[in-house]
C-alpha cells in the first residue's frame, strides 16, 4: 500500500550559546564568533514533525495531528520553550546546542513515543535563513 | 542523466466536514472532534505539484510550468475551489475528506493527465501548520 | 505620553457563503459569483487585534498579549472556528458575512470587552490576497 | 507635495528575561508567566523601520534603503545581535526588556541618527503573533 | 458612517535599472551602486492595493475585491509584468524607476479609474525587505 | 553513523529572458511566450543551499552555516545579484536561463568549492509559486 506522510508544525523560544567542551575558549570563539557571547542569545526555533505511514481506512487518518501536537507539546515544547537550552535542558548539559543536536535530540525524545510502524524525521528552523533535517 | 524536479503552488477555497460511514456518530465526534461538526467548516487549502523529469535540452524545461498550472486549473481547481467537498466532488462521496485522502485523489487524477515519462508528488497544505505528502 | 500599538495574531477556520437578504437569486449569483455557491466553501481566517494605549510603566506592558489572546480565543474563536458562519454565528443570521462584516462584528464584540481607554483595530485575512481592516 | 514611506526589514536573535523592578519576585512571577523564567528565553526580532519625506526629485529616493540599513546595523544590530538584552545592552539596565519597550529605544537610538525633516517609526516583531509599533 | 479598508494583492515581474538623467554617470554610479548596472537586474514586484470607503449595505462589500484585481490586472499588471520597466513602460521614459516613482505612477493610473469617494493607497514591495508606501 | 541536512537561505535579483538558440524566433515566441519578449524581465531569486554529511562530535556543527553561506555570497551572489543572466554571467552565453539550467549551474559551480564528503542540492525559487530542485 502506498505511505503518506503528515507534518505538524509547532515552535518554541529559547535561550542557548553554542559552546563545546571539547575546545577550549579561543577554539570556541572562533569556531562560534558570536554564537558563542557569554550571556547567551535566542531564537524563536519553528519545529516540523513529519510522520510517514499508510492511511488508516476508517478514519482517513495516518495519525491524528492533533495527537501529533499533543505530543509534541507535552514532550518537546513544555522542556524547551522560554528555557536556556545549556541550562534548563538535561540533554544539552554535556552537549553543544547547535541545530544539528536540538534535531537529534528531539528525534530521539519522539522516536519513543512513537509507534515503531512510523517513520519520523525533524525539520529544526533556527532562523528563517538557517535550518537542519535529521534523520535523511 | 541527472533529473531536475520542479514545483507548482495552486491554492483553492473549499468547506469539508470530516465524518467516516466506517464510524458510528459518537465514534465519529471522538475521533474528529470539532471537525466533524455538521455545518462544515473550511480551509484556504494550499497545493504544491512536484514534477520529476530530465531537462529538454531544446527548451531548457522539464515540463513547462504554466502548462503544468493550466492543468491543475483545470482539473483540480475548477472542480474544487469554493466547493464543499463532501457535497460537491464526487470522489468523497464515500471517502473522508482528510487531508491524507485530498491528497490521494488529486495524485490519481493529475496522474492519469500527466506524461508516464514524469515522477509526480502532491504536497497540500490544509493550515500553516498541517500539511500531507503523496507519495513518499 | 507616547502611544504603542500591540498586535496579536489569531486564526480559525470556518464555511460561509455570500448571499444577501436584500438581493434576489439571480443578482447574488450576479454579485458573489462562485462565493454564492449554495453549500458553502472556507477559509482559513487570519485575525489581527490592534491594541493601542500608554506604556504601564510598571510593567513595561501597554496590555499583557498572553490576557488579549485569551479573550480573542473565548470571544471570537470559540465561536467562529470550525463553524459555519452562515448557520452557526448568530451575528450572521440576517447579514451577509463578507469580511467587511465580520471584522466589524468582531471588533464590535471585542470592544465591549476593552477598557475604554484602549483604542482597537481589527485586521481580518480571508485569504492571503484579500483582506481588510477596520475601522480605519 | 506628497508623501512617501519607505520601509526596510533587519533583524537580530537575542536573548531576554521579563522582570521588572517594580514589582516583587511574586508579582514578576504572576504576570510575565514563562517569560520570567531567571535562566532567560529568546527571539529572532524582526525590526521594520519606517522612513516618510518627500521624494528626491534628482534620485527619486526619500532616503538611500541601503544607507538606512547600514545605520540599522550599526546602530542597532550590532549592539542587540546575539547579546542578552537585559545583561548586554545599557538601555535596558534597568528598563524591562518587553516589545513595547525595546521598540522604544530602538526609535529613540534612530530618532536622534535621522535628520529631522523625516518621520521615523519602528515596528518590532518579537514572534510572528506578537507585535508592537512606535510611535502610533 | 464608520469606514473599511479592503487590500487586494497582485505581483509582477519586470526587469529595471536605476539611472537618474538628472545624475552623470559618475553619480549614478555612486548613488545607486549595483542597482545602475547597465544591463538590467529584476524584481518580483509585490503590489497592495488599499481601497478605503463604507460598506454597501445591500451587498457587505466596500468594492467587489475581484473587480478591483480585475482592474489592477488590466491597468498594472498587463503593462508591467515581463517588462523592462525603463524601456517598455512610457511613464519610466524620463523617470528614474525607484521603488518610490513606481508606488507613485502606480497611484496615479489606478485613481483616475476608481470612483472618487474612495481613498486609494499602494504598497510596493521590491524585496521583502525593502518596500514603500504612497500616500502616506 | 546518522546523518543531517543543514540547509542554507541566500537571495539574488536577476533580469534574464528565455530563448533558446535550438528554436526559430517564432518557436521561442511560443514555447516562453511573455517570458521570451526581447527587453528581459526580472525576478527576486530565492536559493537554498542544501549539504547533508555527519555531524562532527567536537563542534556540533555538519558544516559552519556561516562558512556556508560566505561560500554562496563569493561564489553565486556575488556573480548574479544585480545581473543580467542572459548578457552579464558567462555559463548562460549559449545556454536558455530557465529555472532548471539555472540550479544545474549553480549546483556545478558549488559541487566543485565542498569537500566530497557532503551530499549537495540546490532549491530555486524563480517566484514564490515556481521553483525547482537539483539534483532529486
Redesign the interface.
Known amino acids: 500500500m502506498?505511505?503518506?506522510?503528515?507534518?505538524?508544525?509547532?515552535?518554541f523560544?529559547?535561550?542557548?550559546r553554542?559552546h563545546?567542551a571539547?575546545?577550549n575558549d579561543a577554539e570556541n570563539a572562533d569556531?562560534f564568533?558570536?554564537?558563542n557571547?557569554p550571556?547567551?542569545?535566542?531564537?524563536?526555533y519553528e519545529l516540523i514533525v513529519k510522520v510517514?505511514g499508510e492511511?488508516d481506512?476508517?478514519?482517513?487518518?495516518?495519525v491524528?495531528?492533533?495527537m501529533l501536537?499533543n505530543l509534541i507539546k507535552s514532550e518537546i515544547v513544555e522542556r524547551f520553550?522560554?528555557?536556556?537550552l545549556n541550562?534548563?535542558v538535561k540533554e544539552f548539559k554535556d552537549?553543544?546546542?547547535?541545530?544539528?543536536?536540538i534535531?537529534?535530540v528531539i528525534h530521539d525524545i519522539l522516536r519513543k513515543k512513537l509507534d515503531s510502524k512510523y517513520d519520523l524525521k525533524i525539520t529544526l528552523y533556527e532562523?528563517?535563513?538557517?535550518?537542519?533535517?535529521?534523520?535523511?
Open positions: 502506498n505511505k503518506v506522510a503528515v507534518y505538524r508544525k509547532e515552535h523560544n529559547a535561550a542557548h553554542l563545546s571539547a575546545l569556531v564568533g558570536k554564537c557571547y550571556n547567551y542569545h535566542g531564537h524563536n510517514t492511511i481506512p476508517k478514519t482517513g487518518y495516518v491524528d495531528l492533533k501536537g520553550d522560554h528555557k536556556n541550562l534548563d552537549l553543544n546546542p547547535t541545530a544539528e543536536n534535531a537529534v532562523t528563517e535563513r538557517n535550518y537542519v533535517e535529521f534523520p535523511c
